[in-house]
């Protein structure tokens, strides 16, 4: 959820026609908390715009992905997102009728140069260390991780292809900076 609301909150500034797209694997799990991160992210941003959200009940199908980018498109998104392995169709699509991507998990910009903005990147480095040195101090088990950018479990990698607006930048980074002091909940928005 907060890579998922910075990156709304890019989308949602960027959107000419102030439609963005969503299209998830299931309606659970990491996969909703990333899209209802996206929403809360792009409304705080612009309370205009209109966020359409599908899923496709399939982490695999690419196909089903690439159907949801095609009508998301076709009801007016010029921004897109989606969680899975299936989104390499969305991206495709995408990249055919000119909108934007926002990928998360890994960097997704090679699968289309042109077309992903941004992506929300799992950073395992320090939890790595972490459990490198703790079962080196003989601790098995026992601790949970969560990924998070006050953590620097999360990055947002930047397209340097994409020339992204000064101001769109700045709201990002205040983004990260309010979900890593606590006056912005991801799930919720600013705290007031």
Known sequence: QEG??????????LSESGVL??????????AKLYVDGFK????????DVDVAIT????FSDVT????????????GADMLTGSSQSVVGAIGVAKDKDAYWFGTQWDQTNLAPDTVVA????DWTGIIDDMIASRKAGVLGGKAYTLTFKYEGLVIEYNPAIDLPADVISAADAAIQ???????????????
């Open 4 to 13: 998922g609301y910075v990156l709304g909150t890019i989308a949602a500034l």
């Open 21 to 30: 797209g969503v299209s998830g694997p299931v309606e659970a799990g990491d």
């Open 40 to 47: 809360v992210g792009a409304l705080a941003a612009n309370p």
């Open 55 to 58: 899923y496709t009940g399939s």
């Open 64 to 75: 089903l992905m690439s159907a949801a980018a095609e009508t998301l498109i076709a009801d």
């Open 119 to 122: 992506s929300q990147v799992y």
């Open 178 to 192: 309010g979900i890593m002091d606590g006056t912005i909940d991801p799930l919720v928005g600013p705290i007031q």
